[in-house]
Each structure stands twice: as structure tokens, then as C-alpha cells.
């Protein structure tokens, strides 16, 4: 796939996010929790482009990334002597006995502790597909009802921010071809904390359910998405340097007018069925 996610989705989540910061810069009673956020954020993302650089701005840090996504290849909940000990968003997450977590992603989606003892929840959502290419039960569940009392128990404070995945085959008839769609639902989105480091994870599982689908299935590459439906996506106190540096390295200096006829002359047909109304507005911009 040739398209970048900062290209698509981040100008409206940045800009808000900016925004809030400041909106505090002028009144401290903004903040939420310590956080500016954004609620019900919708992100279409590559499901081949696992980090976001933005130059001087910010880059993901591969380093903790790479790290962390071993920490899940071991599925062992304990953070206590992990590669992940004190660092990024764990310098921040409270264990309980003997360092244990909830949000060890691998556990999660990898572990037949959290499955059925035998097979694990990747194995339950890519059989669900591989028996039946329309089936809607190809679910990863992250959290669950006991999570209200599993996020604090023996001293923890770990409340696992993503709910589920959700795995889909869509289809492009007159090529005959699949395309594999990952919606991920999340509660809750520290932008940098989360986010930047929670996506690389999510890009590793549909890589592999991509592989495992193409054993029987004509999968492309091609038009396959992760969907990111975040409850709140927010940025803490600390971050807000790091936000606004992000936000000005966008090109915001476009006029609307360029960027619908930017729009238009990349996909024609967008307006192939406009109303009257729809082409005198762009007209009159």
C-alpha cells in the first residue's frame, strides 16, 4: 500500500488535541484528568506502516517498540525483570504481586490462559474466518467484565485500555479478491504513552492473521485497514510540548478550496454524483 497514515487521519485528532492544550494554556480548569482529549476518534490506519515520524517533531521510539513487542512474544504477565521494566508507559502502570499486569498484549491475543486453555483467542478468531469467510464472530477480547476488579487486584492499577478486536473479510468481486479489515476498540488512548506503541502491536496481529487467511483465502494487500474506534484519545500534561510540535509540523497553510480540489483531481469520481448544492458550495469557497 503506497498511502501514509499521517496523510489520512490525523488532521482533525490533532488539531483538536492542539486546541485543547490551548484552550489550558488560557484556563488550568480544562483539563480532564490531568489530560486534554478528544472523545469517539475514528482513525483509518495502514495496517503496513507501524510508526509515525514527524522529523524533529517526534519519532516512535523503535527501541522501547521493539522491546515491548518481545516482552508480548513471552506472554508473561509479570513486568518485573522484563524488557520493558521502567520504561515508556510501564514507568507509569502500577503492578500487583510479583509484577503482574493485565495489558501484557501478547498474553492477551497469543495465550490459551486466555482462551480456552488449549487454543488462544487468535486461534479462535482466525478459525472462525478460515471456517467461514462471513463469519462476524472473529473477536480478540482484551477486557473483560472482571476487569473491574482484575485492574486493581493484590495493589495493581492496570485497567486494560483496549476492549476487543474485531477481524473481517471484505471482498473486491469483479477481481475475486480479499481484503482483510481490523477494527480495534479501545476505552481509553494515551496518545503517547498508548497509541504510537499500542499500533505496532496491533500491526504484528493482522500481519499475522494477513498469513494465516492467505492459506485459503485470494487476500490482497492492497485495501486492507486498521480501524480505530477510541473512546478517549488524550494527551497528559507532560506530552503537550511533544503534541504541538506534531501539530505545527503539519501543513495547515492550505486553503480549503486547494484541499477539496486537491481532493477531487486525486479521486474524480467523488463527484461524479454531487448535487447542484454540492458543486456551488465548492464554487463559492
Not at 79 to 88: K, M, N, T
Not at 181 to 207: A, K, N, T
Request: charged share 30%.
Amino acid at each position: 500500500m503506497s498511502w501514509r497514515n499521517e496523510d489520512h487521519v490525523w488532521y482533525n485528532a490533532i488539531q483538536s488535541l492542539a486546541n485543547g492544550v490551548r484552550s489550558y494554556e488560557r484556563d488550568e480548569r480544562r483539563l480532564v484528568g490531568g489530560t486534554v482529549d478528544k472523545l469517539c476518534v475514528r482513525l483509518e490506519l495502514n495496517p503496513w506502516q507501524p510508526y509515525f515520524d514527524y522529523g524533529d517533531a517526534f519519532k516512535t521510539d523503535r527501541d522501547f517498540s521493539f522491546r515491548q513487542l518481545r516482552w508480548y512474544e513471552l506472554k508473561n504477565r509479570s513486568v518485573f525483570g522484563s524488557p520493558v521494566e521502567g520504561r515508556g508507559q510501564w514507568a507509569h502502570v502500577k503492578p500487583g504481586k510479583d509484577g503482574l499486569t493485565n495489558s501484557n498484549y501478547g498474553w492477551c491475543v497469543y495465550s490459551p490462559e486466555n482462551g480456552d486453555g488449549v487454543k488462544s483467542q487468535f486461534d479462535f478468531a482466525t478459525d472462525s474466518l478460515l471456517e467461514n469467510g462471513d463469519s462476524r464472530q472473529a473477536m480478540i477480547f482484551y477486557s473483560g467484565p472482571r476487569m473491574y476488579v482484575d485492574w486493581k487486584a493484590d495493589g495493581m492499577r492496570d485497567f486494560t485500555c483496549t476492549a476487543y478486536t474485531h477481524l473481517f473479510l471484505r471482498w473486491d468481486y469483479p477481481k475475486d479478491e480479499a481484503y482483510l479489515v481490523y477494527l480495534v476498540r479501545q476505552r481509553s488512548c494515551d496518545l503517547f504513552g498508548g497509541f504510537f506503541y499500542d499500533f505496532p502491536h496491533h500491526c504484528e496481529v493482522y500481519r499475522r492473521a494477513f498469513s494465516r487467511l492467505a492459506e485459503k483465502y485470494p487476500v490482497k494487500e492492497t485495501y486492507g485497514k486498521i480501524v480505530y474506534d477510541v473512546d478517549t484519545l488524550h494527551v497528559y500534561e507532560r506530552d503537550f510540548e511533544k503534541l504541538l510540535k506534531i501539530h505545527d509540523s503539519f501543513e495547515f497553510t492550505d486553503t480549503k478550496r486547494e484541499r477539496l480540489e486537491k481532493s477531487i483531481k486525486e479521486n474524480p469520481s467523488s463527484t461524479k454524483y454531487a448535487s447542484p448544492r454540492r458543486k456551488l458550495k465548492l464554487d463559492k469557497v
